[in-house]
Structures are given as C-alpha cells and as structure tokens.
C-alpha cells in the first residue's frame, strides 16, 4: 500500500511547491513593474487568514480561494498606494506591509481558529494523481503569465516601466497605473498562494503558518531570473527541499530536521551569490526605484 | 455626635469592610502558548484552569493567548502581577525562565511551570509523566492495524518525546510482534504545514495509524482522516471531534485537579515547591472514550493496559535493546521517571535514529 518513494516525493514537492509558485508568480508580476515587495509574507497570510475565514463562515472553499485572492490584492493595493501614490521608500513600505500582514491576519483568523472545514476537493484529473484544483492550475498559471508578461502589449508596457519608466511614460504609458495594475495581480497570486497552505495543506489557520515561505518566494524570483517558467522549475526544486526530508524520515532515513529546514535559505544564498557573478543583471532596471513623473 | 461625624464614621467603617470580603479571592493569571482552539496542549490548560475556576469559588481569572517563549512573557506576566495576580500558571515548557526571573522579583506570588525543572520557595514544576501512558495507546494501535505500520509524528526530538515513542512501539508490540513505527520529526512543537506533509509522508509509507506529539493534534488527525487511516490523539481528550470516523483512542491531560489543589494552598496560605510529576491513574492523565472503529476485545485489552500501568508497571523494564540491537536495559534494571528526558535510543521495531 506503500507508493514508491519517487512519487511520493514528487507528489510531496508538488504540494508544496504549489504555494510557493503563486507567490512567486505574484511577487515576479511586481517587480517586473520595478516594484519589490518586501511584504509577500505579510500578503501570504492575509490570503491565509481570509481564505480560512472565508471558508469557515460560508462552508465553502472555492469562495475561500476567491476571498483569499480579494484580500491578496488589497493588501498590495495598500503598497501599490503607500509607493506609487505617495513615493515612499519601496523597501520600507514592504516591511510595514511584512507586519500589517502578520496582524491583519491574526485579526481575522483569531476568532476561526480549532474551526474544522473541508479543504479544497483532491481531484483527479489526470493519472498523475490526486491534487486541488490550485495545484493544477497553477503551471497554467505561470504559463498564462508568461504569454501575458511577454507576448502581450501590456506585458511589453509592464517590461517597459520596470525597465525605465521615463521612457515608457514618454511612449504614452502611465506608469503609475500600470504599477497599481501590477501590484494587483501580483496581490491575487500572493492571497492564492496563502489559501493554499491554509485550505489545501493544512487545512487549518494558525498564526504566522507560512513559515517565511514569502521570503522564500522573494528569493526565487531572483533565481527564476524574472520569468515565469522558471519559477516552476523553481517552486518545485523548493518544494522537494521541504519534502524531501519529511519522505526520507518517514522511510527511516536520518536526517536532521534542522538542517534540512536550512537549505531552501543555503540554496538562495548560493542563487545570489552565482546570479549575482555576471554583470548583466537579468534584473528590471527601474527596480526598486519610484517613478515620480516628468512635470 | 454630629451628623456629618457619622456619616465619615459610617464612611470609613465601609472602607474597612472591604478587605474581609476580598480576602476570599484569588487573582490567577495564566500564559498559554498558543491559542486555546487547538484542541490540543492548550485547550487542556484551558479546560484545567476552567476546573480550578469552578471548584474554587472566588477566584478571577486572568489570560493571555498566544504568548511568545522569550521575554514578551515576562512583561505579560508582570502586567498579571500589576493586576493583583497572586498566582501564575506558565503553562509552555520555554516559559520556564521568565517565570523564574519575576518569582525572584515577586516572592509574594507564587509560579507554577508545565514542564521544566526549576524550583524556589515559590517556584514550583508540574507536569504528567506521560511516557508509560503511551504503552496502552501502542496496545490500542498494534491492535487496529492492518499494515503493521504505525506512523508517530513528533515535534522537537527531546528524550522525553523519544520515550513517548518507545513506549507506544512497546505497547504495540506486546499485542502485535510484527507492528513497527516509524517516526517523523518535524523540528517545532506547532508547524502545522509540516505536520500534515509529515503526516502525509507516513501514510505514503503505509502507516494505517497515526498518532503525534506536537502541540495541536489537529493538523495530523485532519489529515489522517481525510486519507481515511485511524488516529490516536494527544494533548487533549476533545481532539476525538476531529475525526468521527476514524478516531481510535487518545490521551489527554487533566490538570483540573492539580490546579485546584494548587491554588487552594495558596489561598490557605500551605503552598510548597514540589517536582510533580504524575502518570496516568494519577489524576494529571486520561484516556480519551474510544472510537466507534474499536472492537470490545481490543477496548478491553486496552483498558486492562491502562490499569496495569496505573498500578505501575514499567514498561521500560529489561532486558530491553534497542533498534540497532544493542542491549540498554539488562534482566533487573529498570528507568525510572528521572531518566525519561535522558532518551537518546529507539527501542526495537522503531524505524529511525533517534540522535
């Protein structure tokens, strides 16, 4: 009755990798408008949180998908406004944004917590198991994203302000909507990837329950080099490091849980240390840097 | 006398009424860990102090969820203090140092800690000695099990988990020979992430039983009903609500007699230090009701486990190797309580390494 350990491990790293691509995927968004948030973790829990809630009031879990996404994207429309809107330091911002998040969240899954709710339905759509719908939507996603970024003309105005914002203003872009625009798809991944710990995974809220997933969502935007596609690659080599010590513990193997819980951060420096070795930064040029328009 | 003098007479005899009717409250403050809905660790806490509250009359209750292991618990304490609170329960394991830097402070209060070992004059250490009372949940287990594989999710690998574990996998062994456990350690007391992939990396392994030691056995038992495999629970007796289908047995703490009986001697003023430290049939311990999944036959076996225990047997008595063979326990010895936070070695039929 036992699976093989390839597949459990594979199945292990693709559930948890899933949380960890949406986030990706919402951060990447953003900073391909030249806006890094720092708060994704802050984001992640409140999708967590509001996912969770929205599923323990209405009994069910898409609409808790749907809230988390909501919430997400007001969280990040909160530092779309804070930075585009009054030109606040973009780093700054994100860190209030990291604990606004971590005490909206606990706000609203304070009176949700022990609540029992049915998760997300495991479904099998295909004889490569049983998952939620989110995982199987979510390299739909990236993909879709990738054609978006790349293959759109709003992709390409996106490309343009993160890039260089003077330009892209002076080819008749708004930067500043385009920025809001950003942060809030980038926030509806952001929520997607919480709800998914919260209505997938564990199927339960507690305080913090992302673990500095966020932070690891940051990095591998880094080593995904801004694409989407990558950030699969990503995600799933991130996922197994989680997955693959619980799968060789439970099968007797040794390892010490604290060392493993070490390397999705040694793999990041490691990522930052080789990335950043090229000159040619595969970086958005404007990232980081606000737009304050051409008077 | 005039009238005014009586009316200040009147006044102050009022005043000095007051004290003789506070004098039969007592402030108790209480820091939990995390949040009372966990149906865990500290819903026990919870439903201990609700006891202590009901069996004592006059006593106001002071609470604070979600209290953080570093120094945020000793300002939370002291505004306990600040309160009146002649009385603190510290109730998490890492709360231990703070408490005994106020009890220093404050030699009028007295401190009661879950789980450590400090002691002052009014400092004392409470906790169940919860390692033989696995022996009855291993019975439980190697008696439901299909596959013989029983799956044990722990949180942080200190000896007294680890003596846990070696207790349930002797239990199971002594009704089923050929019942093995294997252990997973997730690395924190409450990551609920990991304890449902951990959960789930023991299933995929065949474990038909699950059980943990963690703060909240919500996460594990959700999971493990949800791929339809048995549970046994811990921390608390409500956690069976988690899993109607598949809930087999549990333990459960019971502090409502012990914090009843501590906050009485502090209010008779008799309060004594003391390293307590009780098993099950002690009063700290219970045994969950048993699920709907159990046969009368292993429901009496278990039961009868549970009595011998309760009349105390050791089940970590030799000759006793461990899982790499080597003996640890010859014909004779045997470990006492003292030597539960000492555990370093599996016994035989745990699958891992313990170190």
């Given at each position: 009755?036992?699976?093989?350990?390839?597949?459990?491990?594979?199945?292990?790293?693709?559930?948890?990798?899933?949380?960890?691509?949406?986030?990706?995927?919402?951060?990447?968004?953003?900073?391909?408008?030249?806006?890094?948030?720092?708060?994704?973790?802050?984001?992640?829990?409140?999708?967590?949180?509001?996912?969770?809630?929205?599923?323990?009031?209405?009994?069910?879990?898409?609409?808790?998908?749907?809230?988390?996404?909501?919430?997400?994207?007001?969280?990040?429309?909160?530092?779309?406004?804070?930075?585009?809107?009054?030109?606040?330091?973009?780093?700054?911002?994100?860190?209030?944004?990291?604990f606004?998040?971590?005490?909206?969240?606990?706000?609203?899954?304070?009176?949700?917590?022990?609540?029992?709710?049915?998760?997300?339905?495991?479904?099998?759509?295909?004889?490569?198991?049983?998952f939620?719908l989110?995982?199987?939507?979510?390299?739909?996603?990236?993909?879709?994203?990738?054609?978006?970024?790349?293959?759109?003309?709003?992709?390409?105005?996106?490309?343009?302000?993160?890039?260089?914002?003077?330009?892209?203003?002076?080819?008749?872009?708004?930067?500043?909507?385009?920025?809001?625009?950003?942060?809030?798809?980038?926030?509806?991944?952001g929520?997607?990837?919480?709800?998914?710990?919260?209505?997938?995974?564990?199927?339960?809220?507690?305080?913090?329950?992302?673990?500095?997933?966020?932070?690891?969502?940051?990095?591998?935007?880094?080593?995904?080099?801004?694409?989407?596609?990558?950030?699969?690659?990503?995600a799933?080599?991130f996922?197994?490091?989680?997955?693959?010590?619980?799968?060789?513990?439970?099968r007797?193997?040794?390892?010490?849980?604290?060392?493993?819980?070490?390397?999705?951060?040694?793999?990041?420096?490691?990522?930052?240390?080789?990335?950043?070795?090229s000159?040619?930064?595969?970086?958005?040029?404007?990232?980081?840097?606000?737009?304050?328009?051409?008077? | 006398?005039?009238?005014?003098?009586?009316?200040?007479?009147?006044?102050?005899?009022?005043?000095a009424?007051?004290?003789?009717?506070?004098?039969?409250?007592?402030?108790?403050?209480?820091?939990?860990?995390?949040?009372?809905?966990?149906?865990?660790?500290?819903?026990?806490?919870?439903?201990?102090?609700?006891?202590?509250?009901?069996?004592?009359?006059?006593?106001?209750?002071?609470?604070?969820?979600?209290?953080?292991?570093?120094?945020?618990?000793?300002?939370?304490?002291e505004?306990?203090?600040?309160?009146?609170?002649?009385?603190?329960?510290?109730?998490?394991?890492?709360?231990?140092?703070?408490?005994?830097?106020?009890?220093?402070?404050?030699?009028?209060?007295?401190?009661?800690?879950?789980?450590?070992?400090?002691q002052?004059?009014?400092?004392?250490?409470?906790?169940?000695?919860?390692?033989?009372?696995?022996?009855?949940?291993?019975?439980?287990?190697?008696?439901?099990?299909?596959?013989?594989?029983?799956?044990?999710v722990?949180?942080?690998?200190i000896?007294f988990?680890?003596?846990?574990?070696?207790?349930?996998?002797?239990?199971?062994?002594?009704?089923?020979?050929?019942?093995?456990?294997?252990?997973?350690?997730?690395?924190?007391?409450?990551?609920?992430?990991?304890?449902?992939?951990?959960?789930?990396?023991?299933?995929?392994?065949?474990?038909?039983?699950?059980?943990?030691?963690?703060?909240?056995?919500?996460?594990?038992?959700?999971v493990?009903?949800s791929?339809?495999?048995?549970?046994?629970?811990?921390?608390?007796?409500?956690?069976?609500?988690?899993?109607?289908?598949?809930?087999?047995?549990?333990?459960?703490?019971?502090?409502?007699?012990?914090?009843t009986?501590?906050?009485?001697?502090?209010?008779?003023?008799?309060?004594?230090?003391?390293?307590?430290?009780?098993?099950?049939?002690?009063?700290?311990?219970?045994?969950?009701?048993?699920g709907?999944?159990?046969?009368?036959?292993?429901?009496?076996?278990?039961?009868?486990?549970?009595?011998?225990?309760?009349?105390?047997?050791?089940?970590?008595?030799?000759?006793?190797?461990?899982?790499?063979?080597?003996?640890?326990?010859?014909?004779?010895?045997?470990?006492?309580?003292?030597?539960m936070?000492?555990?370093?070695?599996?016994?035989?039929?745990?699958?891992?390494?313990?170190?």
């Open positions: 009755m036992s699976t093989p350990f390839a597949a459990a491990v594979l199945s292990s790293s693709v559930l948890s990798g899933t949380s960890l691509l949406y986030a990706t995927l919402g951060e990447l968004v953003g900073e391909r408008a030249g806006i890094v948030n720092l708060g994704l973790e802050g984001i992640m829990l409140i999708g967590a949180a509001a996912g969770f809630a929205a599923t323990s009031f209405a009994g069910n879990p898409y609409l808790g998908i749907a809230a988390a996404a909501l919430a997400g994207m007001a969280g990040n429309l909160l530092l779309g406004y804070v930075v585009i809107g009054r030109g606040a330091n973009q780093l700054a911002a994100g860190l209030a944004l990291l606004f998040g971590f005490g909206a969240s606990t706000l609203i899954g304070r009176p949700f917590m022990g609540a029992i709710v049915t998760g997300l339905p495991r479904l099998a759509l295909s004889e490569l198991g049983a939620d989110l995982v199987w939507l979510a390299l739909p996603a990236a993909l879709l994203l990738w054609c978006l970024i790349f293959r759109t003309r709003w992709g390409l105005a996106l490309r343009a302000v993160g890039e260089d914002p003077a330009v892209a203003f002076a080819a008749g872009r708004r930067p500043g909507q385009l920025q809001y625009q950003a942060l809030a798809l980038g926030g509806l991944l929520g997607i990837g919480g709800a998914h710990l919260s209505l997938a995974l564990a199927m339960t809220w507690d305080e913090g329950m992302t673990a500095g997933r966020g932070f690891i969502a940051i990095a591998l935007v880094i080593f995904a080099k801004w694409n989407p596609l990558w950030a699969v690659a990503g799933l080599v996922g197994a490091a989680e997955a693959l010590q619980l799968q060789l513990q439970a007797g193997a040794y390892v010490s849980p604290f060392l493993m819980t070490m390397i999705p951060y040694l793999l990041t420096l490691t990522i930052l240390v080789f990335w950043g070795w000159r040619r930064s595969a970086a958005p040029a404007a990232l980081g840097r606000n737009f304050f328009g051409v008077e | 006398m005039t009238r005014r003098r009586l009316l200040i007479l009147a006044g102050l005899l009022l005043f009424a007051e004290p003789a009717r506070a004098e039969a409250t007592l402030t108790v403050g209480a820091i939990y860990v995390g949040s009372v809905n966990d149906y865990g660790y500290n819903r026990a806490m919870k439903d201990g102090l609700t006891a202590m509250k009901e069996a004592v009359p006059g006593i106001t209750l002071l609470e604070a969820e979600n209290v953080p292991e570093t120094a945020e618990a000793e300002r939370i304490m505004g306990m203090i600040q309160q009146g609170a002649k009385l603190i329960f510290a109730t998490s394991f890492g709360h231990q140092q703070f408490a005994f830097n106020l009890a220093k402070k404050h030699p009028d209060v007295v401190f009661e800690h879950a789980g450590g070992w400090m002052a004059a009014n400092f004392g250490n409470f906790f169940a000695a919860t390692q033989a009372a696995w022996y009855p949940m291993g019975v439980a287990a190697g008696k439901m099990t299909k596959s013989n594989t029983l799956g044990f722990a949180g942080v690998p000896g988990i680890i003596g846990d574990v070696n207790a349930f996998a002797l239990g199971a062994r002594s009704v089923n020979p050929k019942a093995e456990v294997r252990v997973v350690v997730t690395g924190s007391w409450a990551d609920k992430a990991k304890e449902a992939e951990a959960a789930n990396a023991l299933i995929d392994q065949g474990a038909d039983v699950i059980t943990m030691h963690v703060d909240s056995p919500a996460t594990v038992i959700q493990a009903e791929r339809g495999v048995y549970s046994i629970g811990f921390q608390s007796i409500e956690a069976r609500a988690l899993a109607p289908k598949g809930w087999l047995t549990g333990l459960g703490f019971t502090w409502g007699p012990f914090m009986a501590t906050a009485k001697s502090v209010i008779a003023g008799s309060f004594k230090p003391a390293m307590v430290r009780q098993g099950l049939g002690e009063g700290m311990l219970a045994v969950a009701p048993f709907n999944a159990v046969p009368e036959e292993t429901r009496g076996l278990v039961l009868a486990a549970v009595d011998k225990i309760a009349k105390g047997y050791n089940p970590f008595t030799g000759p006793l190797s461990d899982n790499t063979g080597a003996v640890r326990l010859k014909e004779g010895e045997a470990l006492g309580n003292d030597k936070g000492d555990f370093d070695w599996y016994v035989a039929g745990v699958i891992g390494k313990a170190k």
